[in-house]
T-cell receptor
Framework: GNSVTQMEGPVTLSEEAFLTINCTYT??????LFWYVQYPGEGLQLLLK?????DKGSNKGFEATYRKETTSFHLEKGSVQVSDSAVYFC?????????????FGRGTSLIVHP | EAGVTQFPSHSVIEKGQTVTLRCDPI?????LYWYRRVMGKEIKFLLH????????ESGMPNNRFLAERTGGTYSTLKVQPAELEDSGVYFC?????????????FGDGTRLSIL
């Protein structure tokens, strides 16, 4: 079956530091890959996505590249801000079983200090 | 456009009691999903409605959980009787279509604590 593995958190950084949150996946089909973000007290929001190999998703300074050869979709940002503090979820979705229900990772908490 | 709303935001009940969670999807969204996240673990799929019909309920943990979506608008998720392991955050999401590239819009979740 499908699965998503994210690096353990929390990740604690100073403002303007470089961020990488690792994500690897296992899928039976050809999935689309997503990063969702959950800010404190809020629901999940789609941050970015990529639908095929070598695609790069980007939004709000965050980027992730769909690497089929390494089955990875690592999230990066060149300079984090305090407002980026949140929980980040990697997810995949494919048509296995006729459904597009996403499979989520465990989430990685990011804490950014001023 | 109003987003997905969930009620209540928090619920604290004792083991053995009943709790009902409610989700109002975005107007016009036929697809409605329930998920649960137990502390520090993955967000797990519970079930998927298309309008009032249950499309997929493979994630429902057991028969203590009952989801309904009468009239194809809002949905309720009832837990009866609640057990300690039911504690977690329950998310609802909605989308226009079920496709791989259709974004799901999430509510803020209901934090359920069973004592």
């Amino acid at each position: 079956g499908n699965s998503v593995t994210q690096m353990e958190g929390p990740v604690t950084l100073s403002e303007e530091a470089f961020l990488t949150i690792n994500c690897t996946y296992t899928a039976t089909g050809y999935p689309s890959l997503f990063w969702y973000v959950q800010y404190p007290g809020e629901g999940l929001q789609l941050l970015l996505k990529a639908t095929k190999a070598d695609d790069k998703g980007s939004n709000k300074g965050f980027e992730a590249t769909y690497r089929k050869e390494t089955t990875s979709f690592h999230l990066e940002k060149g300079s984090v801000q305090v407002s980026d503090s949140a929980v980040y979820f990697c997810a995949l979705s494919d048509s296995s079983g006729g459904s597009y229900i996403p499979t989520f990772g465990r989430g990685t908490s990011l804490i950014v200090h001023p | 456009e109003a987003g997905v709303t969930q009620f209540p935001s928090h619920s604290v009940i004792e083991k053995g009691q009943t709790v009902t969670l409610r989700c109002d999807p975005i107007s016009g969204h036929d697809n409605l999903y329930w998920y649960r996240r137990v502390m520090g673990k993955e967000i797990k799929f519970l079930l998927h409605f298309v309008k009032e019909s249950k499309q997929d309920e493979s994630g429902m943990p057991n028969n203590r959980f009952l989801a309904e979506r009468t009239g194809g608008t809002y949905s309720t998720l009832k837990v009866q009787p609640a057990e300690l392991e039911d504690s977690g955050v329950y998310f609802c999401a909605s989308s226009q279509g079920p496709g791989q590239d259709q974004p799901q819009h999430f509510g803020d979740g209901t934090r359920l604590s069973i004592l």
